[in-house]
Structure formats: structure tokens, C-alpha cells
């Protein structure tokens, strides 16, 4: 009986330090928000030097840290109180894309019950490209959970709206349109319009309405073809509705896991569920594509093509991998969000604590901006545990 007292001793000790926040993360973290910051801009709401769409992924993975920091929660909160009132000003098209071209692409709108409260505002958030749309209808999400302010969370809602009268796609009636010109299905959007329509499930007061459209939709992804046989997933459909072969974008294995663990939460399922099972292999299909010996994760494009979208990627799909983390723990997942964290800090770093695209470093000609910026945070975000 004795000797179980030290292991009962350790146990709890090694328990306790696996929970314990790392502060070398925080510190890894607080840094890069820091820098980050430089890039703000209050007059147009996003960040110099990115796009429209990666705004609203800078401003998620500031949400992501607010809610382990109260020092950047104060400075996060101040943004989403700015972006929220003036970034429909630097929206580059807005509300292309709504009346006519937002009716369903077969002639039929789905059937919605009663236009939400945020459904008007929404408008001035979308451009056309429902991929943007629904990267701040996520934003706002994310700034919901960090200040409870229902503003957001009405916004979000409206988003969704919006996207929810593009359904379907021109594909298996289901789905949505990359776009308004509805000329293509891409991945990215679908995923997108999954995740949405997860969380709102998860927080909106009518969940039953969000958690039937998430439901609906996964089942059209999943039997898209969109997946394929190595558990990734392409960048989109063929005009004949059948996979394209087109790149296995780091975003496109990200957003899902997300997404999955948000419809396996607002579905009540059993621990083993089978939306955790794909998320899962989709995960693992991901890391064995995408990642080199050590773990860190790479894009096709590295070290010196990816365009100014492409730079955003890696970060979404590791911020997504934490959250399958959260819930079906994997050490291959653990390992690569470390991987990618340390290697950053170690290796892809200005002096100025800027992070570079190759997270294998080093920083490339091109430089730091707040694509790079942002995407390199929300990998050291996932590292803080
Ligand atoms: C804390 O995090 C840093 C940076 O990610 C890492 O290098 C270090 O090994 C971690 N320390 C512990 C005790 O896990
Ligand atoms: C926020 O990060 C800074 C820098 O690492 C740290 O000094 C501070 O303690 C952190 N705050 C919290 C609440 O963790
Ligand atoms: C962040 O700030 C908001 C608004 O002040 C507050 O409601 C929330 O509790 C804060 N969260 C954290 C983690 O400090
Ligand atoms: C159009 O799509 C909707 C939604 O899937 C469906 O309910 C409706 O029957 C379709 N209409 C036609 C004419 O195919
Ligand atoms: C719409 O946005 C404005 C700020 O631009 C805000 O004052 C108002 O509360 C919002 N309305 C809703 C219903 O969210
Ligand atoms: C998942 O759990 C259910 C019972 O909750 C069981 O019937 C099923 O076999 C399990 N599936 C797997 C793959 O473990
Ligand atoms: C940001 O920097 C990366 C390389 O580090 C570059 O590929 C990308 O085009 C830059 N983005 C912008 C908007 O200039
Ligand atoms: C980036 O994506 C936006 C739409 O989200 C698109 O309009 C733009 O052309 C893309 N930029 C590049 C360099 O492909
Ligand atoms: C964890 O991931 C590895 C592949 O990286 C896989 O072989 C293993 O089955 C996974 N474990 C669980 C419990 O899913
Ligand atoms: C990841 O880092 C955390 C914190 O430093 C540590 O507790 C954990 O063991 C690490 N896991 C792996 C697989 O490296």
C-alpha cells in the first residue's frame, strides 16, 4: 500500500504540468499578436498589407488568444469595436452578389423561415465570393465567444442567410457556388458554410434550423467526391461534379476539422462518432501530405509562389487541428502543432518578431506581412495548451 502514495504523488504531478500553461508559448504568442498589431489599421478595420478576406482571419486568431490573455483581450476587444463599425468601408464589393444572384442556382430558393435580425448588416460584409462571406461570418463567431456581444453573433447569423439562399450548387443538389458567377465548387467554401452553420448550432437560439442545414450539407460534402482516396481533399469539382484533382490546400484540410467537431458537439453524438472518424482520417491524410520529417507543416507553394491568398493557409489548418485536438486528442496532432510552433520561433523569425511563409524558415526575400503574420499566430496560439 505504501508504494502507491508516490505513484498516486507523480501521477498528479505529471497531470498537473501537462495542464499548466506553457508561458514560453504565451510569451511565443503575445509577441507575434504584438507584431501583428503594428499591422492594424483603424481606419479601414483590417490589417496593412493583407486582403479583405485575411482581416477576417487576423481578427479570429486575435479572438483565438483573447481568450488566454487578458492583456491582448483588451486589445482585441477594441478591435472587434472598430472593425465591426467602419471595415464594410473597405469591403471591396459590397453586397455583390445579393437579390437575383443569391436565389438558389436551380431557380429555387430554399425556403427560409423570416429574415434575422443581422441579415442587413450582413450585406455589407459579403463581396461576392462566399469563401470571404463566411471567413467573417466565422470572425464574428469568434468575437462572440470572446465578449458575448450579440451584435456578432446576429451578424453571423446574417451571413449566413445570405449563403444559406446559394444552395444549392450546380452540383448534386446540394452545396454552394464558389461564387456569384456560379461557375465553379470549390472545397473552401463548402467547408466554410459547414463550419457556419456548425457553430450556429452551437450558439444561435435556433439551433435545430442551423444543426439540419449542417447536417444536410455534410452529407453532400461527403459524398461530393471532394474527399479522396488519401483522406485530403482537392481544391474543387469538375463541371462534371466529380473531384478535379486540383491542389490539397492546407486550408481545405482544416476548416473541416472544425467544422466536424462543431456538428459532432451540436448533434449530441457519442464520443466515437462517425463525424470525429472522418474528421480524423482527413486529418491524418493531411499530416502525412502535408508535413516534412519534424513535423512542420508546409504548402505546396514554399518556399517562394504562394500568392497572397495562399499565405493565409497553414495557420487556419493548424488553429482547425487543435480544435480536433480538443476533443480526439492524437500525439501525431500534438507533435505537429509543436513542431510548427518551435520551428517557427527557432527558425522562420525577424528580429522584429516576425514570421515568414516557410515555417521551416528561413524568412524569404519577400518578407513578413500580416498574412504571414496572422497565419504563423494562430500555430503558436495552438501551441499554448
Ligand atoms: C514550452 O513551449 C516552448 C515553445 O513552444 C517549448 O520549446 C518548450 O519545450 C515547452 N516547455 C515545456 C515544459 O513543455
Ligand atoms: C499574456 O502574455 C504576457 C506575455 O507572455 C504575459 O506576461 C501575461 O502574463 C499573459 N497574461 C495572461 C493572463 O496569461
Ligand atoms: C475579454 O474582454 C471582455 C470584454 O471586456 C470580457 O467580457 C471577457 O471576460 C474578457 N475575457 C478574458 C478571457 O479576459
Ligand atoms: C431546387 O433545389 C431545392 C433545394 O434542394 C429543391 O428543394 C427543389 O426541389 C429544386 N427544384 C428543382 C426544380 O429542381
Ligand atoms: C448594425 O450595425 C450597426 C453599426 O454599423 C450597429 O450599430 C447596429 O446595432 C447593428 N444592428 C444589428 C441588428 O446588429
Ligand atoms: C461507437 O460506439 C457505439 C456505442 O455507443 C458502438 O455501437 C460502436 O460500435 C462504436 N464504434 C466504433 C467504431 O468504435
Ligand atoms: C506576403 O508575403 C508573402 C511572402 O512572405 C508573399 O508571398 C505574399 O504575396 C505577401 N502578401 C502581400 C499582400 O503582399
Ligand atoms: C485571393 O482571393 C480573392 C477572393 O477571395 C480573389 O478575388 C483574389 O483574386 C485572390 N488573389 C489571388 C492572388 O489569387
Ligand atoms: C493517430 O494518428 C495516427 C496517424 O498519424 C494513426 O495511425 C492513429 O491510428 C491515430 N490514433 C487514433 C487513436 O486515432
Ligand atoms: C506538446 O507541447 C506540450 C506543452 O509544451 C507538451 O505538454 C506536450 O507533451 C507536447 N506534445 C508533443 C507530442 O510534443
Redesign the pocket.
Known sequence: MHSLTPIITLTLTLLSGASATNTTAMDHAYAAATTLQTYYNPTTGIWNTCGWWNGANCLTTMADLSLKNETINETAVGVFENTFRVATNTNPYPARGIDADYT?A???A?TIPGQPTGAANASLWLDGSYDDDMWWGLAWVAAYDVTGVSDYLDLAEGVFYHLSRA??SLCG??GIDSDYTHVYVGAIPNELFLALGAQLANRAADSEYYLDWAKRQWAWFEASGLINDDHTINDGLTTACTNNGMTVWSYNQGVILGALVELHRAAGSPANSTYLEAAGKIAQGAIAALTDAEGVVHESCEPDACDSNETQFKGIFVRNLKWLQGVAPNETYARVINASAASLWANDRTDANGFGVDWSGPVTAAGVNASTQSSALDALVAAIW
Open positions: 438558389a436551380n431557380g429555387t430554399y444552395w444549392p443538389n446540394g
